[in-house]
């Protein structure tokens, strides 16, 4: 398994601000990813974050929405810009230690409320 | 792609009573099956999980089967304790591609 850990763990965030999630794992990690659970939704998958070249992202997320880095094999930060009410949501890190395993790990991911 | 279901959303059960939920899948070519459970403060942790080459495990309190043939796979909690109050999530996998989750349950065991 992996330890993930997320920063912050929760904000309250003012209307057309950004905040810049951030993702560190104890391990270096074939892949990372970041979903999305919306109140009372399931998790949704934003983009697969790609060490050293640009995420891919999901239909319906946009790179200048939820810009995505992804310096090294255990960091990654996720940035929501420009945040209406509508963003209110649990982001969420996960990582797949090996391609051919299949399990996905998750941090606790970051509880985010927009006003 | 892949659609899953799950149900119920929601379920209580008494303490020591078994509880059951169960996910539907669509895509026949998918053959890994988590299941996490989702606590405050805690995040997503996988449970257990099977491959599409197993009909059944079991780790302790905790079984999952799968029934390819109808595209179907269930969670199994036997003498529920009031600490396995959680959401729990199944998901669907090609191993290698992502991952589609269902819905949730949000399991409440009463003492």
């Known amino acids: 398994s992996a330890v993930i850990s997320q920063k912050p763990s929760r904000d309250i965030c003012q209307r057309g601000t950004s905040l810049t999630i951030q993702c560190q794992v104890d391990s270096q990690v074939t892949m990372m990813f970041w979903y999305r659970q919306q109140p009372g939704q399931s998790l949704t998958l934003i983009a697969t974050a790609n060490q050293g070249s640009e995420a891919t992202y999901e239909s319906g997320f946009v790179i200048d929405k939820f810009p995505i880095s992804r310096p090294n094999l255990t960091f990654s930060t996720l940035t929501v810009s420009n945040m209406s009410p509508e963003d209110s949501s649990i982001y969420l890190c996960s990582v797949r230690i090996w391609l051919n395993t299949g399990e996905l790990f998750f941090g606790e991911g970051s509880r985010l409320t927009v006003l | 792609g892949e659609n899953v279901e799950q149900h119920p959303s929601t379920l209580s059960v008494q303490e020591g009573d078994s509880a059951v939920i169960k996910c539907t899948y669509s895509d026949s070519a998918s053959n890994y099956f988590p299941w996490y459970k989702q606590e405050l403060g805690k995040g997503s942790q996988l449970i257990i999980d099977i491959r599409s080459n197993v009909g059944e495990k079991k780790d302790q309190r905790i079984a999952v089967t799968l029934n390819k043939t109808a595209k179907h796979f269930s969670l199994h909690i036997t003498e529920t304790q009031p600490e396995d109050s959680a959401v729990y999530f199944c998901?669907?996998?090609?191993?290698?591609?992502?991952?589609?989750f269902g819905t949730g349950t949000s399991l409440t065991v009463i003492p």
């Open positions: 998901a669907a996998s090609i191993t290698g591609n992502q991952f589609y």
